[in-house]
Every structure is written in C-alpha cells, then in structure tokens.
C-alpha cells in the first residue's frame, strides 16, 4: 500500500507539471486516502499529500477546498507544536 501511495503521489506531480490539473487532482485525492489509512496524520507523506492536494485546489479554483486542507495544516500544527512555536 505504501507504495502504492507513492506512485500515485508521483503520477500527481506528473501530471501537474504537464499541466493536466483536473486529472492530477484526481490522482492526489487518491493518493491522499490512501496515505490517510496507512500513515498517522503527524507523517510528513500525509503532510506533501495534503499540501500537493491544497495546491491543486486553488490552482483549479476550488479555493474552498484549499482552504479547508490549510485549516487542517494549522490546526494540526498549532497541537502538535503549541501557540507559541514561531511557525
């Protein structure tokens, strides 16, 4: 599964540098949930998938969506860190 993940993960990236947003989107969600059951939300794979993913988001107009990942990104670092790490 692990694996699995990375593949789609790079066939993400892939297609976003060929400019083939809405099919790289696609391919990052995937990635993304899968990433989800197989690593804990503190893993930096979750993290590049979550942020690749917020990228596309915004990038297609979603910005909704984009918005809502970057919410998660703070919120979990805001516990994982604490209110007075300077990031």
Not at 8 to 14: F, I, P, T
Not at 42 to 53: E, G, K, R, V
Request: glycine share 6%.
């Amino acid at each position: 599964e692990w694996s699995i993940g990375s593949a789609l993960h790079q066939r993400c990236s892939a297609l976003y540098n060929l400019g083939r947003l809405a099919t790289a989107t696609t391919a990052c969600g995937e990635a993304q949930r899968l990433r989800e059951q197989i690593f804990p939300t503190s893993h930096p794979n979750h993290y590049t998938s979550l942020s690749t993913l917020s990228r596309l988001y915004g990038d297609i107009g979603r910005l909704a969506d984009a918005r809502a990942i970057s919410l998660q990104f703070y919120q979990r670092d805001h516990q994982r860190f604490g209110p007075e790490h300077p990031e």
